[in-house]
């Protein structure tokens, strides 16, 4: 059993940046954040593998978002730059058995965290 928590989230302005953070209770293997807007499904934003070798990243998010880990620390962060009112949401932070590569469906993730709140004001 892995417990996840996210904190980082807020209200920002368009252009600004947040860094999202999620803490594992133990070890984990692929992360993923993934982001749900009311009325909306709940999909992948970013995700990692368990070293750090391979990631993936949402179409409407690369360039602007990054994915990192610490296996050290057990921590997976999430640094959104330059942030667009669509990117409101509650962000999620989730684990994976999967090791080798950067999980990208929601079905590959078996642990949850609760979820921080991202809202960009235009």
């Known amino acids: 059993q892995v417990q996840l928590v996210e904190s980082g989230g807020g209200l920002v302005q368009a252009g600004d940046s947040l860094r999202l953070s999620c803490a594992a209770s133990?070890?984990?293997?692929?992360m993923g954040w993934f982001r749900q807007a009311p009325g909306k499904e709940r999909d992948v934003v970013a995700a990692i593998s368990w070293n750090g070798g391979t990631s993936y990243y949402a179409h409407s998010v690369k360039g602007r978002f990054t994915i990192s880990r610490d296996n050290a620390k057990n921590m997976v962060y999430l640094q959104m730059n330059s942030l667009k009112p669509e990117d409101t949401a509650v962000y999620y932070c989730?684990?994976?058995?999967?090791?080798?590569?950067?999980?990208?469906?929601?079905?590959?993730?078996?642990?949850w965290g609760q979820g921080t709140q991202v809202t960009v004001s235009s």
């Open positions: 989730a684990a994976s058995p999967i090791q080798y590569t950067a999980p990208t469906g929601r079905y590959d993730y078996n642990y």
């Open positions: 133990g070890r984990t293997y692929g």
